[in-house]
């Protein structure tokens, strides 16, 4: 990547951080790291029922999952400028190629190029951001559903089918709608009010 290019990114890069410095300072001075007590003004919160402090309690865990994802930014960000100074910014650190400008204007602190992005956050494999040793360490019994290669271990197909023998249910039809019961319920249903109707003018 070209010197001018790198002097851009390393710019944006750290007014981003100085901003996340003041965002993350801020959260501080306004109190997010004082105890809760000192908060919400009660000497102690044993005695009180849990749901008197819930709302104060939610606050707090916001705040905390807010700062951390800050930090988190932040760290991000130090990553990129270390890389920088190392040589190796805007490279994909799993597949070695360049990252797309278009996607470091957008995210200078992107260490991956989109595609090993998109693999890596594939919420449709049972492979999510999993260590590669896991794909030849397996588990005591097998893994998953081996009877397409002809596994003849005890496998997850063999457990669920051990688990399904406890749970055999007749199969009938069912009809889900409300039962409604028309009339009375109970006898004093039966009792009418018409002998008070009758004394009305």
Not at 100 to 124: G, I, Q, T
Not at 144 to 172: L, M, T
Not at 195 to 201: A, D, E, G, T, W
């Amino acid at each position: 990547m070209e010197a001018s290019k790198i002097e851009k990114y390393k710019g944006k890069l750290q007014n981003e951080r100085e901003n996340l410095m003041k965002t993350i300072n801020s959260m501080y001075e306004s109190g997010l790291a004082a105890p809760q007590r000192e908060e919400i003004g009660e000497l102690s919160v044993n005695d009180n029922h849990p749901a008197d402090v819930g709302t104060e309690m939610f606050d707090k865990e916001r705040g905390f999952a807010l700062l951390s994802n800050e930090k988190n930014m932040l760290v991000q960000i130090d990553n990129a400028l270390e890389r920088i100074e190392n040589g190796n910014y805007g490279v994909c650190e799993v597949c070695g190629k360049e990252i797309e400008e278009e996607r470091l204007d957008f995210l200078p602190y992107a260490s991956r190029c989109v595609k090993c992005e998109n693999e890596k956050v594939n919420h449709n494999t049972f492979r999510y951001d999993r260590p590669v040793e896991e794909g030849v360490l397996n588990y005591p019994f097998g893994r998953s559903f081996n009877d397409i290669s002809e596994s003849v271990e005890y496998d997850g197909e063999d457990a669920w089918q051990d688990v399904d023998e406890f749970n055999k249910i007749p199969k009938f039809k069912r009809n889900y709608e409300d039962e409604y019961i028309s009339g009375t319920v109970e006898e004093t249903d039966n009792i009418s009010n018409q002998q008070y109707k009758n004394q009305l003018p």
